[in-house]
């Protein structure tokens, strides 16, 4: 029964235009375009500029000795950056630097 309901949940959301369906990648955003009413017309995916700023900052960090996966996860920990909730890790740093 629950499978049926998430299907027909994303049936609706493809219908009515939505870009995409569930989690996004780190560094986009979903915009609600509403209709007069308030309901949500349908959903755009787009650019989080906040997380663009982290991963622009990670994919032009050049690991060396002094900087590694675990210094630029304590510099992001430090300034309170969170990555969706979350502390960053040395390895989410990594994956986000080997990510093309």
């Known amino acids: 029964m629950l499978g049926h309901r998430v299907k027909l949940a ?11 369906i569930g989690n996004l990648h ?11 009413d308030g309901s949500v017309h349908h959903k755009e995916v787009v650019t989080n500029n906040e ?3 982290i991963i ?3 994919r032009t960090t050049r690991f060396t000795d002094r900087t590694t996966y675990q210094t630029l996860a304590d ?3 430090r300034q ?3 990555k969706r909730g979350r502390r960053w ?6 994956a986000m630097a080997q990510r093309r």
């Open 10 to 20: 994303n049936k609706r959301k493809r219908d009515r235009g939505d870009e995409a």
């Open 26 to 36: 780190y560094g986009k955003k979903y915009k609600v375009i509403t209709n007069q």
């Open 51 to 53: 997380e663009q700023d």
């Open 56 to 58: 622009d900052t990670i």
């Open 75 to 77: 510099r992001f920990n």
């Open 80 to 82: 309170n950056k969170l």
């Open 89 to 94: 890790s040395k390895d989410m740093v990594k």
